[in-house]
T-cell receptor
């Protein structure tokens, strides 16, 4: 059983389109995240949610809208895709809220390519 | 603000040798922790090891150990008896206390040669 699953694994789309990435965790965690990994492999947080409530919005363009229907799901919708949005997007969850030892469990990533 | 630095963009090591991946950090928190994650070519992020600043002994997990030197603000990952499957990107990360996020270093690409 996959702990954090995200779909799709690959997403190829044209500039200007709208797309969504879905994420689900079966670990019973309260906190979920979206991270972006750019072409240089740099990982940066985009959003975090705690029990469906937005906690962190890390100056991400408002074309990106996360949605958490329940604490086990955190989806990412992207409007008007741009070339610069091409990256790998990781969903993650954690078992502690803001604690020092907060370990992240990652999904397998979604490679988004905008043409 | 927390800052984390990995100064080795790439490393090449012979199979069965030990390897040390460097990580230095800067934090104003009194209590903090350091994580190491592995990202193989398949892309997933795999948790390897964690140590809190309050832990007296360096953490070990199988062939992985953390060489935590608080005075130098370094938390290096040591992999003993390297294997071909250890070839991957390795990231160290530090949490921002109370902010519910991990800040990652730039990563080190480790290649194990047969």
């Amino acid at each position: 059983d996959t702990a954090v699953s995200q779909t799709p694994k690959y997403l190829v789309t044209q500039m200007g389109n709208d797309k969504s990435i879905k994420c689900e965790q079966n670990l019973g965690h309260d906190t979920m995240y979206w991270y972006k990994q750019d072409s240089k492999k740099f990982l940066k947080i985009m959003f975090s949610y705690n029990n469906k409530e937005l906690i962190i919005n890390e100056t991400v363009p408002n074309r990106f809208s996360p949605k958490s229907p329940d604490k086990a799901h955190l989806n990412l919708h992207i409007n008007s895709l741009e070339l610069g949005d091409s990256a790998v997007y990781f969903c993650a969850s954690s078992d502690r809220t803001g604690g020092v030892g907060e370990k992240l469990f990652f999904g397998s990533g979604t490679q988004l390519s905008v043409l | 603000a927390q800052k984390i630095t990995q100064t080795q963009p790439g490393m090449f090591v012979q199979e069965k040798e030990a390897v040390t991946l460097d990580c230095t950090y800067d934090t104003s928190d009194q209590s903090y922790g350091l994580f190491w994650y592995k990202q193989p070519s398949s892309g997933e992020m795999i948790f390897l090891i964690y140590q809190g600043s309050y832990d007296e002994q360096n953490a070990t997990e199988g062939r992985y150990s953390l060489n935590f030197q608080k005075a130098r603000k370094s938390a290096n990952l040591v992999i003993s008896a390297s294997q071909l499957g250890d070839s991957a990107m390795y990231f160290c990360a530090i949490p921002i206390q109370g902010a519910q996020k991990l800040v990652f270093g730039q990563g080190t690409r480790l290649t194990i040669n047969p």
